[in-house]
């Protein structure tokens, strides 16, 4: 059975930071994509970045770039994302998700096999 545990969410301040994490079980987890996405109430949710199975290749949404970095541990089948500078509009529920393509990088969540439960962020102004 696949799980992805996402944690790290919290509340913070304008301007701040958070790392967070998502712990993959239950898949060969070097063979897959790893992407990170988001969703605000009554938002759709919205690509936010996505890294390929050797951390050679990345992707990131136009709102994060510059200000969120994806990393991954393939020994310790976790993948991270380190926010700063974040902003009240980086306000969301965050989500990590799996793709079985491991060189290719996609935005679309319908593109991705499996998905975490989410870790709520809270930026305050």
């Known amino acids: 059975q696949v799980q992805l545990v996402e944690s790290g969410g919290g509340l913070v301040q304008a301007g701040g930071s958070l790392r967070l994490s998502c712990a993959a079980s239950?898949?060969?987890?070097?063979?897959?994509?790893m992407g990170w996405f988001r969703q605000a109430p009554g938002k759709e949710r919205e690509f936010v970045t996505a890294?390929?199975?050797?951390?050679?290749?990345?992707y990131y949404g136009d709102s994060v770039k510059g200000r969120f970095t994806i990393s991954r541990d393939n020994a310790k089948n976790t993948v991270y994302l380190q926010m700063n500078s974040l902003k009240p509009d980086d306000t969301a529920v965050y989500y990590c998700?799996?793709?079985?393509?491991?060189?290719?990088?996609?935005?679309?969540?319908?593109?991705?096999?499996?998905w975490g439960q989410g870790t709520q962020v809270t930026v305050s102004s």
């Open positions: 998700a799996a793709d079985d393509n491991t060189w290719k990088l996609t935005p679309r969540a319908d593109d991705y096999d499996y």
């Open positions: 239950g898949l060969t987890f070097s063979m897959y994509s």
């Open positions: 890294i390929n199975w050797n951390a050679a290749n990345t």
